[in-house]
């Protein structure tokens, strides 16, 4: 055997030697440099609207969760908690004057019913009285008419007697004795006819009265009737009663809400951590004005980092969550941290995309893939806090 095919053995037999040790190094791991750091971003946002007073962070500031990182001027918010709580205050008297108001409607209103009762038993009887004492008067007022008719009937009997014996006496036919006994009967006759009239007068008079009292007796049983029907809209007095107590119940409970509204919107007039972290992005500077909603800033916590690797699907058959895996960070020259794999993705990437492909339109060219798999970092990996989200990384995940 020649020089040359002695060298050309050996290098096949160093390559094929080479060849299995790196097939065995490999076998059961895969890797990709398709991946990155990931963190949670939280978005910071004032809840309520107002100038910013002060701005006690910086871009890039570690603060912890509670820190105030805005403050906005809390005037308004302080006045208008003051104007809930005499609101309160106002609803509160007037639902006590309310609630009181229900026994006292219920006393008055069956007291009322027993007065306008009797108001009314009272006021028939004074109609029945005066309709009795009218009905007299009228008879009375009648008989009186009567006896003048007749009381005017003997005065000019006797005044036409008187006028027969002044001529008999004039012819001495009868003595001066018998006609001044005419002349005074028909006197007195004629006393009598006015006696009578003026008896009839009173009589009517007595009777316009007796009228005018029936008149008024009769209002006033109307007027106790009416009474008396407003005295038995108890039920509805009372339920009017409660229904006004509820509702100043109700504009208590609202006063309260409103307080609670009010202390809430004065005590987010104070913007503070939602979580531990580094403060980004922020833009939020003193004087500034602000909207319910607006971003300030972000905070990026990096107590809880971890790799998102997009692994070819070729690449995950024996991939598993709980496998272990190994990340090198390109920024750190290759500093590798230990991990593991909490989670693999439901779907590809491109199924998320805005855009996601349409395989059934067009011509189809296949394209492999890529699932995400979320990576953790094992406990005390990173106690510096050097790893920050969108580092390039290269994880190996062992599969056997």
Do not use: C
Request: proline share 4%.
């Amino acid at each position: 055997m020649n020089t040359r095919v002695r060298i050309a053995v050996a290098i096949f037999l160093v390559a094929g030697v080479g060849a299995g040790v790196w097939w065995w190094s490999t076998r059961g791991q895969e890797s990709t440099d398709d991946a990155q750091v990931d963190a949670h971003v939280t978005p910071v946002a004032s809840r309520v609207g107002g100038t910013v007073l002060t701005v006690p962070v910086s871009d890039n500031q570690q603060v912890q969760q509670g820190d105030v990182l805005v403050e906005l001027d809390t005037r308004d918010y302080q006045i208008a908690l003051d104007r809930a709580r005499a609101e309160l205050a106002t609803a509160e008297a007037d639902a006590a004057a309310a609630n009181a108001a229900v026994p006292i409607t219920t006393a008055t209103s069956k007291s009322g019913v027993v007065s306008a009762q009797g108001g009314v038993e009272q006021s028939q009887a004074a109609v029945e009285e005066a309709q009795h004492n009218l009905d007299a008067l009228d008879a009375r007022l009648t008989a009186v008419r009567a006896r003048v008719v007749g009381d005017e009937a003997n005065a000019v009997r006797d005044e036409r007697n008187a006028e027969r014996l002044k001529g008999l006496l004039a012819k001495d036919e009868v003595s001066q004795q018998q006609y001044d006994a005419a002349i005074a009967q028909a006197e007195s006759a004629r006393a009598t006819v006015a006696e009578s009239r003026a008896a009839v007068r009173e009589a009517e008079l007595a009777v316009q009265a007796a009228r005018s009292r029936l008149v008024q007796v009769r209002a006033g049983q109307q007027r106790a009737g009416a009474e008396l029907e407003s005295a038995r809209t108890e039920p509805s007095q009372m339920a009017a009663a409660r229904a006004r107590a509820a509702s100043a119940g109700a504009r208590v409970q609202q006063s309260r809400a409103a307080i609670a509204r009010a202390e809430l919107d004065l005590e987010r007039a104070t913007v503070k951590a939602p979580a531990s972290g580094i403060v980004s992005r922020k833009s939020a500077e003193p004087g500034q004005v602000i909207q319910a909603g607006q971003p300030l800033m972000t905070i990026v916590p990096l107590d809880s980092v971890w790799v998102t690797a997009n692994f070819k699907e070729t690449q995950i058959d024996g991939m598993r969550v709980g496998q272990s895996a190994v990340i090198e960070v390109d920024a750190y020259g290759g500093r590798r941290f230990a991990g593991k794999v909490e989670s693999i993705a439901a779907a590809t990437g491109s199924r998320f995309s805005l855009l996601p492909p349409e395989n059934a339109s067009g011509n189809f060219v296949k394209v492999v893939q890529r699932v995400p798999e979320k990576i953790v970092l094992d406990a005390r990996q990173d106690p510096e806090h050097l790893l920050r989200p969108g580092m390039s990384v290269t994880p190996t995940v062992y599969t056997r």
